[in-house]
């Protein structure tokens, strides 16, 4: 049989697996290779290869083998817990971004003395190197074993599986567990794991269901990988956005409001200054900006669709006797004001920015810091267009994008998501506009991945995953192409044939939304805010009373070029007042005394490059000026 492999073509014997059929094809499998794509999904070394299979081989390093890898290694984790606790019921544990967790029925704590104990467990099995088989059984067979085996939880799940589908084990010495797969070979291939945390978690995220407990955890290749991740892990810990905002004053979430952020006087500068800067750009790539209302009719929702597929994520009232619904996304309104107005063709492309207040329901414990709220601004863009302005849009948005987050020294990775199995519209149209995206990103040079059927069901769409100091991704900006809400909204303009048309709309975040945003570089930078961003810029330190009044001059001149400025006038010593700046992770210090005041300067310590000497006030002035006006982003 004919069949690819890493992009070259093999003909292999028939009925081989993905590992012999390499071998066969001479290829030198390293031992790095842990997993397989098979025609676009994942899938173990020993599973069959067919005629005309397109195969890539996967290690750790490729997203598929690393969850490959997590995935065993939660089987491992199981496997641990069953021996120690054997009266404890398996529910499941899959792969995450960044490990695994698996949720036990169980009445034991797992507390950090358990949590040891289960990872020498782990090793021991790892030391085991069992070999990992996988078994399929017919329902009543399946629901059998797992009847015998005393999980109630593993019965619920087959009698889940939907008839005609394949239900699958995998056995490692002793222990076998319901999986879909794919699964390395053995145990012994988890060379280093570490169990992170146990947290509490409803069975399937229902708060009427039973409370479970959730183990975390990670894995590794090698104990030096290892190392690195827990070391960046502590390090995280040190930039975490809820810590440094209430240390530098940003933002709190309170009892009365969960999931509702207030932000404080420093916050509301930092946010302002960023909300500054997107209308500034804004401004410059031809964008006008719009505010629809918070609250809308429910018609309104019921023609969006949001009515019938968002419901139970909307804040809902009722006023005049009419159900009212507050806005979880922007688009409606935005719909709502393009249709206010009849548009010729030279009006288009009409870029709309939105900084839209909306409201989603979330679950309680979903929440997290500035994260995951319920209240966010959003920084919506709707983009009203004609076809054959679709590449040049998409161009000028990733235009836009890349000139935003190079200003945060924050890099990025594409993906383009195509068209769901559940989708809208025209197949060709589909096609036309998925085509689009990809040439739109390759003509300016940019590399992107495929993300198949994740696109929205109105349209195609390009996602922006931003990379932090710490390698850790965020998906933050999106560029989604939609054929249907100007279908369902009846949105038209009016040809240079003098006939009437639909537009094609575009979609747009850059920043994802405002709070989110500032929660990511509140940790990108450890809260150590580069010059423009800063919420205080400079501290002015008077080393004694007798200085008071010359820090105040200083201030003012500052002050006069907009430059954010606070004096510190207390009765201490200035060492305290130097420390405690630091702390507050101010820019600049400077600090003034007799010789100061009486040559007209200022002594300046900078947050990144220390000591600075001696310099006249204008001189400071003009730094700090420049420094602003450039984003100087350090």
Same mark, same amino acid.
């Given at each position: 049989?004919?069949?690819?492999?890493?992009?070259e073509?093999?003909?292999?014997?028939?009925?081989?697996?993905?590992?012999?059929?390499?071998?066969?094809?001479? $290829?030198? !499998?390293?031992?790095?290779?842990?997993?397989?794509?098979?025609?676009?999904?994942?899938?173990?070394l020993?599973?069959?290869?067919?005629?005309?299979?397109?195969?890539?081989?996967?290690?750790?390093?490729?997203?598929?083998?690393?969850?490959? @890898?997590?995935?065993?290694?939660?089987?491992?984790?199981?496997?641990?817990v069953?021996?120690?606790?054997?009266?404890?019921?398996?529910?499941?544990?899959?792969?995450?971004?960044?490990?695994?967790?698996?949720?036990?029925?169980?009445?034991?704590?797992?507390?950090?003395?358990?949590?040891?104990?289960?990872?020498?467990?782990?090793?021991?099995?790892?030391?085991?190197?069992?070999? $990992?088989?996988?078994?399929?059984?017919?329902?009543?067979?399946?629901?059998?074993?797992?009847?015998?085996?005393?999980?109630?939880?593993?019965?619920?799940? $087959?009698?889940?599986?939907?008839?005609?589908?394949?239900?699958?084990?995998?056995?490692?010495?002793?222990?076998t567990?319901?999986?879909?797969?794919? =699964?390395?070979?053995?145990?012994?291939?988890?060379?280093?794991?570490?169990?992170?945390?146990?947290?509490?978690?409803?069975?399937?995220?229902?708060?009427?269901?039973?409370?479970?407990?959730?183990?975390?955890?990670?894995?590794?290749?090698?104990?030096?990988?290892?190392?690195?991740?827990?070391?960046?892990?502590?390090?995280?810990?040190?930039?975490? =956005?809820?810590?440094?905002?209430?240390?530098?004053?940003?933002?709190?979430?309170?009892?009365?409001?969960?999931?509702?952020?207030? @932000?404080?006087?420093?916050?509301?500068?930092?946010?302002?200054?960023?909300?500054?800067?997107?209308?500034?750009? =804004?401004?410059?790539?031809?964008?006008?900006?719009?505010?629809?209302?918070?609250?809308?009719?429910?018609?309104?929702?019921?023609?969006?669709g949001?009515?019938?597929?968002?419901?139970?994520?909307?804040?809902?009232?009722?006023?005049?006797?009419?159900?009212?619904?507050?806005?979880?996304?922007?688009?409606?309104?935005?719909?709502?004001?393009?249709?206010?107005?009849?548009?010729s063709?030279?009006?288009?492309?009409?870029?709309?920015?939105?900084?839209?207040?909306?409201?989603?329901?979330?679950?309680?414990?979903?929440?997290?810091?500035?994260?995951?709220?319920?209240?966010?601004?959003?920084d919506?863009a =709707?983009?009203?267009?004609?076809?054959?302005?679709?590449?040049?849009?998409?161009?000028?948005?990733?235009?836009? @994008?890349?000139?935003?987050?190079?200003?945060?020294?924050?890099?990025?990775?594409?993906?383009?998501?195509?068209?769901?199995?559940?989708?809208?519209?025209?197949?060709?149209?589909?096609?036309?506009?998925?085509?689009?995206?990809?040439?739109? !990103?390759?003509?300016?040079?940019?590399?992107?991945?495929?993300?198949?059927?994740?696109?929205?069901?109105?349209?195609?769409?390009?996602?922006?995953?931003?990379?932090?100091?710490?390698?850790?991704?965020?998906?933050?900006?999106?560029?989604?192409?939609?054929?249907?809400?100007?279908?369902?909204?009846?949105?038209?303009?009016?040809?240079?044939?003098?006939?009437?048309?639909?537009p094609?709309?575009?979609?747009?975040?850059?920043?994802?939304?405002?709070?989110?945003?500032?929660?990511i570089?509140?940790?990108?930078?450890?809260?150590? @805010?580069?010059?423009?961003?800063?919420?205080?810029?400079?501290?002015?330190?008077?080393?004694?009373?007798?200085?008071?009044?010359?820090?105040?001059?200083?201030?003012d001149?500052?002050?006069?070029?907009?430059?954010?400025?606070?004096?510190?006038?207390?009765?201490?010593?200035?060492?305290?007042?130097?420390?405690?700046?630091?702390l507050?992770?101010?820019?600049?210090?400077?600090?003034?005394?007799?010789?100061?005041?009486?040559d007209?300067?200022?002594?300046v310590?900078?947050?990144?490059?220390?000591?600075?000497?001696?310099?006249?006030?204008?001189?400071?002035?003009?730094?700090?000026?420049?420094?602003?006006?450039?984003?100087?982003?350090?």
């Amino acid at each position: 049989m004919d069949i690819r492999i890493n992009g070259e073509n093999y003909s292999v014997e028939n009925g081989l697996s993905v590992y012999d059929a390499a071998k066969s094809a001479g $290829i030198a !499998v390293p031992r790095e290779v842990i997993a397989a794509e098979i025609n676009g999904e994942t899938h173990e070394l020993s599973s069959p290869v067919h005629d005309g299979d397109d195969v890539k081989l996967l290690t750790f390093e490729d997203e598929g083998g690393k969850k490959t @890898f997590f995935h065993t290694a939660s089987h491992i984790l199981a496997q641990a817990v069953k021996r120690l606790y054997p009266e404890v019921k398996l529910t499941i544990g899959p792969a995450i971004d960044n490990g695994f967790y698996y949720d036990f029925d169980s009445d034991v704590t797992f507390a950090a003395e358990e949590l040891e104990k289960i990872e020498a467990e782990m090793k021991k099995i790892v030391k085991e190197n069992l070999k $990992i088989e996988r078994f399929t059984l017919p329902r009543d067979e399946a629901k059998k074993l797992m009847e015998e085996k005393g999980e109630p939880y593993k019965v619920l799940l $087959i009698d889940r599986v939907p008839e005609g589908e394949e239900i699958s084990f995998y056995k490692q010495g002793e222990f076998t567990d319901l999986c879909a797969g794919p =699964h390395l070979f053995s145990t012994g291939a988890v060379k280093a794991f570490k169990l992170i945390q146990c947290t509490g978690a409803y069975w399937e995220g229902d708060s009427k269901n039973k409370m479970l407990q959730r183990v975390y955890g990670t894995a590794f290749p090698t104990k030096e990988a290892l190392a690195a991740y827990l070391d960046m892990l502590e390090e995280a810990k040190k930039r975490d =956005h809820r810590k440094l905002g209430k240390e530098l004053g940003l933002f709190t979430i309170m009892d009365e409001g969960p999931g509702f952020p207030f @932000f404080l006087p420093n916050g509301m500068v930092l946010r302002n200054t960023l909300i500054e800067y997107w209308r500034e750009v =804004h401004k410059r790539y031809g964008y006008v900006e719009i505010s629809t209302p918070m609250i809308l009719n429910r018609s309104l929702w019921e023609r969006s669709g949001h009515w019938a597929h968002y419901k139970d994520n909307m804040y809902t009232t009722v006023i005049d006797g009419a159900d009212f619904a507050i806005k979880p996304m922007n688009c409606p309104g935005g719909m709502l004001v393009y249709k206010s107005e009849m548009h010729s063709y030279r009006d288009l492309p009409l870029r709309m920015g939105e900084l839209g207040v909306v409201h989603r329901h979330e679950l309680s414990g979903a929440l997290h810091g500035l994260f995951r709220v319920r209240c966010f601004t959003q920084d919506d863009a =709707h983009i009203f267009m004609t076809w054959d302005q679709m590449k040049d849009e998409i161009k000028n948005v990733v235009r836009l @994008f890349d000139e935003v987050y190079s200003v945060f020294g924050l890099t990025y990775q594409i993906e383009v998501s195509t068209m769901p199995e559940d989708h809208m519209g025209d197949v060709k149209d589909w096609d036309f506009a998925t085509e689009t995206l990809k040439q739109a !990103v390759t003509e300016m040079g940019k590399d992107y991945v495929i993300n198949e059927g994740d696109g929205a069901f109105y349209g195609p769409k390009l996602d922006f995953h931003l990379s932090d100091c710490l390698g850790r991704t965020w998906q933050c900006g999106t560029i989604q192409l939609d054929m249907q809400l100007p279908e369902r909204f009846e949105l038209e303009y009016m040809g240079a044939d003098n006939e009437k048309h639909r537009p094609v709309m575009i979609h747009r975040v850059v920043l994802g939304s405002i709070e989110r945003f500032i929660g990511i570089i509140t940790e990108h930078y450890a809260g150590a @805010f580069p010059m423009w961003l800063a919420p205080v810029q400079v501290k002015v330190l008077a080393i004694g009373e007798g200085h008071v009044e010359y820090a105040n001059k200083v201030k003012d001149a500052l002050e006069a070029n907009h430059i954010r400025v606070e004096v510190d006038a207390r009765n201490e010593k200035i060492g305290y007042k130097i420390r405690e700046a630091q702390l507050k992770k101010v820019p600049y210090m400077l600090v003034v005394g007799d010789k100061e005041m009486a040559d007209g300067l200022v002594s300046v310590r900078s947050r990144s490059d220390g000591e600075l000497g001696q310099m006249t006030i204008e001189d400071f002035v003009n730094r700090a000026v420049e420094e602003v006006k450039n984003k100087t982003n350090k």
